[in-house]
């Protein structure tokens, strides 16, 4: 016989299910810590951007950004102009060791063109002869002179003597020959002395007077116990560079 109940059923909790449990509060969290990262990068951001691009309504900042482009500019200008100096200087140097170079080349042809022509096989037979006449100035009028002396007629005969120099030019309109005593400025001056058997180079110095235009040097050689020798060069060829005009 069936018991009538008393009330109503009690309602069944149901039973919890077997995988793992949910926690919709975590993901939460998580997508709130996301957000605050997300916000902090983009306001760093902001940040960075206003320091390193100043708005274009701020005078004063862009001043100072054009400022700090003029100084780098001039910078630059100023290193560049400094290095093409430097390589102007550089250039120059090199090409005064050049013409020095050549110069010296020149120089080196001649010797070598006078010793073809002096001992060479068809060399001309000469006595005393003076073969070149070089002049350079000094300071103020004094000057300096080399006189390249040969002979090859007595071959292994010494040559002995003494070499004196005269001057012709203009001075106040008036033609004038200054001797080797007034050249010297010595009322007895001696020769320069000499002694070779092939060539020899005779070196002195001369002063002139102020105001004298040189028109022409006359070279005498002196020899011992023989008759003096004069040649005579043109001032234009004493003063020229040797290796110039041929």
Known sequence: MIQPS??????????????ADHHPEGHGLAYALIAVFLLALAFGGWGAW?????????PRAMLRAQQARIDALEQRTATLARSDQISRDA????????????????GLRADVAFYQRFVGSTAQRRGLNVHALHLQRQTGQAWHFTATLTQNLNRGAVNRGQLMLSVEGSR????????????????????????????QQAEGDILLPPGLSPVRVIVRLQPDGAAAVEQSFTWAEAIARPGEGG
């Open 6 to 19: 008393s009330g109503p059923p009690a309602p069944q909790t149901p039973a919890p299910a077997s995988g």
């Open 50 to 58: 206003r320091v390193l691009m100043p708005p274009q309504g701020d």
């Open 91 to 106: 250039n120059r140097d090199l090409q005064g060791t050049l013409a020095e170079r050549d110069e010296e080349i020149a």
């Open 172 to 199: 106040d309109g008036h033609l004038q020959r200054l001797d080797w005593p007034q050249l010297r400025q010595q009322a007895s001056a001696p020769g320069v002395d000499y002694s070779f058997k092939y060539f």
